[in-house]
């Protein structure tokens, strides 16, 4: 079958919940209470123990066929400038920090009055040209946009066997 990643995602999404979902009734309903005098039989759960364990087992089986073969699209599919799909997921964060430093950068003031002791002025003086740091947080933004829109794209259109 033929699914893009976003689909995949969805899907993967789908098996997770169908897992906490059996995961929870089994913790529900693999034991049970009965007082004395009570038909235990009446009151037993419809849990059968080889039902569920089957039926976790195939939602694992299927979960780690699936990512697989996401891991496989994102480790042979080029998003730009030769960058993986995996190699742009690394480098997007890493992008993502260094935008947030460049920022406290670009809005440092060139002169800045620090601290008053006495007599005495102190001011904190930048060892850069904040234009350079607002130069450099533009292009990183773009740089972030970029490849956020490539990937969002590829994870849209692009499809991959499973």
Do not use: W
Not at 42 to 68: C, G, M
Not at 109 to 117: F, S, W
Request: aromatic share 8%.
């Amino acid at each position: 079958m033929k699914i893009t990643s976003a689909e995949a995602n969805k899907l993967l999404k789908k098996l997770e919940d169908n897992r906490d979902k059996l995961t929870r009734m089994e913790s529900e309903d693999c034991t049970f209470r009965a007082a004395v005098g009570e038909n235990v039989d009446d009151l037993r759960p419809d849990y059968v123990f080889s039902e569920t364990q089957e039926a976790l087992n195939a939602i694992n089986d299927q979960t780690i066929k699936l990512k697989h073969a996401i891991n496989v699209f994102n480790v042979t599919t080029y998003v730009k400038d030769g960058l993986t799909i995996d190699q742009a997921l690394i480098k997007l964060p890493m992008l993502n920090n260094r935008k947030r430093q460049l920022n406290s950068m670009r809005l440092m003031p060139e002169k800045k009055r620090y601290t008053i002791q006495g007599n005495v002025i102190d001011y904190m003086y930048t060892s850069y040209d904040p234009a350079e740091a607002v130069d450099a947080y533009a292009k990183v933004s773009d740089e972030i946009d970029e490849l956020q829109l490539a990937l969002d794209t590829i994870n849209h259109t692009k499809e991959f066997e499973f």
